[in-house]
C-alpha cells in the first residue's frame, strides 16, 4: 500500500468519524464531539498531510472544548433561572433512552418528554404548573443538542479545509 493510498483510507476514516459524531448528537450512546474529535486527531497523527495538520488539531481541540462548556453552561443557566431542576432532566434522559429502545426513533423524545414531565407533575403538583416548566427543559435540551452539533459541524469544517489546503 502506497503512502497516498494510507492517507486516502485515514481521510475516510476520518471522515466518518466526523459522520458518526455529527449522528451522535441525536442518537443515544454515540459520543458526539469525541467522535469528531478523534477523527481530525487520527487524520493528523496518520493521514501524512502537511505540518498544518497540527494547526489543524489545535483550532479543532478548542473549538471541542469551549462547545462542550458551551453546550452545558448555556442551557444550564436557562434551566437554573427557569427552576428546573437536574432531577428532572436525569428522569427525561433515563426515559428517553429507555424510549429509544421501546419505541424506535420515537421513543427517545416521548420518553425525554415524559419522563420530564413526570418528574415536574411530582414536584410541583399540578399540571398545569409541570407543562411550562417541562416545555422550558425540552428547550434547554434542544439548545444544547443543538450547540453541540454546530460544534461538531465546525470541527468537520476545519478538517475539511485542512484536508483541501494540506
Do not use: H
Not at 113 to 141: Q, Y
Amino acid at each position: 500500500m502506497s503512502l497516498t493510498e494510507t492517507g486516502t483510507v485515514v481521510s475516510v476514516v476520518a471522515a466518518l468519524a466526523i459522520l458518526a459524531g455529527l449522528a451522535g448528537v441525536v442518537v443515544p450512546g454515540l459520543p458526539a464531539l469525541p467522535l469528531c474529535w478523534g477523527g481530525v486527531l487520527v487524520w493528523t497523527l496518520f493521514g501524512g498531510a502537511g505540518p498544518g495538520r497540527w494547526l489543524v488539531l489545535a483550532v479543532a481541540t478548542l473549538v471541542a472544548v469551549g462547545g462542550t462548556v458551551v453546550k452545558y453552561a448555556w442551557p444550564g443557566r436557562n434551566l437554573q433561572r427557569a427552576g428546573v431542576p437536574t432531577s428532572s432532566l436525569l428522569a427525561g434522559a433515563v426515559l428517553g433512552l429507555v424510549g429509544f429502545f421501546v419505541i424506535p426513533v420515537v421513543g427517545l423524545v416521548i420518553g425525554f418528554v415524559g419522563g420530564i414531565f413526570l418528574m415536574e407533575r411530582l414536584r410541583l403538583g399540578d399540571t398545569r404548573l409541570a407543562w411550562p416548566a417541562t416545555k422550558r427543559a425540552v428547550a434547554a435540551a434542544g439548545l444544547a443538542m443543538l450547540v453541540e452539533f454546530l460544534t461538531g459541524v465546525v470541527i468537520g469544517a476545519l478538517w475539511v479545509a485542512g484536508l483541501l489546503l494540506a
